[in-house]
């Protein structure tokens, strides 16, 4: 079922670096591509979102970047917190169906 | 707090016993999602309702699962005879009606987490 493959499994970054999680997509009728955050024993919780309209979104310390032709995402986490700990998962929605595929997740540990 | 509600956050039961979940969504979010989540894994769709029809169905929902929204606003998912293989976290989402970037957002629940003995 999974049609958005999410890369890498595991991140470990310093205090203050730049986390990056990259995502792939096979569906170019996708048209809505979120980033959610999941903290253990929490439900995912949105953190930002991009229609393939534009190549970069950024909202805070936290920036999307968009390659329709490669059918690739990713976000960018700068000066990263031992707060933003957690696992990311990129997902990926097509208008008018209403499956959101997710990919597999990436745990992140900032370290202090 | 005015976030979608799950209950119980926790449920062991033991092999063929039958469960029921309950998702509350956001007070005005007229459509509503089930997913399931294992370990390791993101979540997977179950099923869609738009107020109170049931829309959508993966194939992952067995015979054995059963979701209503009887009056469009919470909803249930059954589990009946569950197996062991059906331990896992069950996610509800809810949308709002409107268009544009809000089409597509999803406000997940905390979730259930599902062990079956």
């Known amino acids: 079922q999974q049609q958005v493959k999410q890369s890498p499994q595991s991140l470990i970054v310093q205090k203050g670096g730049i986390s990056i999680i990259n995502c792939a997509y096979e569906n170019t009728a996708f048209d809505y591509f979120p980033w959610y955050q999941q903290f253990p024993g929490k439900g995912p919780a949105l953190l930002i979102a991009i229609r393939p309209d534009v190549s970069e979104k950024k909202e805070g310390r936290f920036t999307i970047s968009f390659n329709k032709s490669a059918k690739q995402f990713s976000l960018h986490i700068m000066d990263s917190q031992p707060g933003d700990s957690a696992t990311y998962f990129c997902?990926?929605?097509?208008?008018?169906?209403?499956?959101?595929?997710f990919g597999a997740g990436t745990r992140l540990t900032v370290k202090p | 707090d005015t976030g979608v509600s799950q209950d119980p956050r926790h449920k062991i039961t033991k092999r063929g016993q039958n469960v029921t979940f309950r998702c509350d969504p956001i007070s005005e979010h007229n459509r509503l999602y089930w997913y399931r989540q294992t370990l390791g894994q993101g979540p997977e769709f179950l099923t869609y309702?738009?107020?109170?029809?049931?829309?959508?169905k993966s194939r992952l929902l067995s015979d054995r699962f059963s979701a209503e929204r009887p009056k469009g606003s919470f909803s249930t998912l059954e589990i009946q005879r569950t197996e062991q293989g059906d331990s896992a976290m069950y996610l509800c989402?809810?949308?709002?009606?409107?268009?544009?970037?809000?089409?597509?957002?999803?406000?997940f629940g905390p979730g259930t987490r599902l062990t079956v003995l």
């Open positions: 997902a990926a929605n097509e208008r008018g169906v209403n499956d959101m595929r």
């Open positions: 989402a809810s949308s709002p009606r409107t268009g544009g970037m809000l089409y597509n957002e999803q406000f």
């Open positions: 309702f738009q107020n109170e029809a049931q829309l959508e």
